[in-house]
């Protein structure tokens, strides 16, 4: 292709060529790091489940391998999201709202922040660390309230954060491409 893009890999350089304001510039840097860094760790519990169970048989536990990569989708995907849907926009040459690679920039660090909301109201409250257990710190400082509001949630509500910011991206991106 004449224009740069070639493909899902060439959207990266090309969003960071074509972006409209240095805040998205500068996402396109942050949610790919972030994307590989998640993409990262969902990759290295697979594999740490697969060796954990390599000895059972299949059934219930190649839907819980399943599960995880499914999920890390979930988390890696909507931070790579803004950078392709601003390639997307500049490559075919769609008029959208002025601050749209702005806005999806910030919506994306959004999502970023939702994730680490999430980690923080899943931990557990003690667990098991090479044979001994850890149990986690009470919450201090100026976030401290805030960090014990999230703790006191069921772990199920980590779920809510990220799809929040999820279906907010989702509405943002249709109401600034209109």
Not at 11 to 33: C, M, N, Q
Not at 113 to 125: F, G, R, T
Not at 140 to 168: C, R
Request: proline residues 7%; aromatic residues 12%; charged residues 10%.
């Amino acid at each position: 292709m004449a224009d740069g893009y070639r493909g899902l890999f060439g959207a990266f350089p090309y969003a960071l060529r074509h972006g409209d304001s240095r805040v998205f510039k500068l996402y396109v840097l942050i949610g790919t790091l972030g994307a590989v860094f998640i993409g990262g760790l969902f990759l290295l519990s697979l594999v740490v489940w697969i060796g954990e169970t390599a000895g059972t048989p299949g059934g219930s536990l190649t839907l819980s391998r399943t599960f995880i990569a499914v999920m890390g989708l979930f988390a890696a995907g909507p931070l790579l999201a803004p950078i392709l849907l601003v390639a997307r926009k500049h490559r075919r040459g769609f008029a959208y709202h002025p601050r749209y690679d702005t806005i999806m920039a910030l919506l994306g660090v959004g999502f970023l922040l939702s994730i680490y909301v999430a980690a923080i109201i899943s931990m557990p409250e003690c667990f098991e660390l090479d044979g001994s257990t850890v149990c986690r710190n009470p919450p201090t400082g100026l976030f401290g309230p805030v960090v014990g509001v999230l703790y006191a949630l069921p772990q199920i509500a980590a779920i809510s954060p990220p799809a929040i910011m999820m279906a907010v991206m989702a509405a943002g991106h249709y109401l600034l491409s209109r």
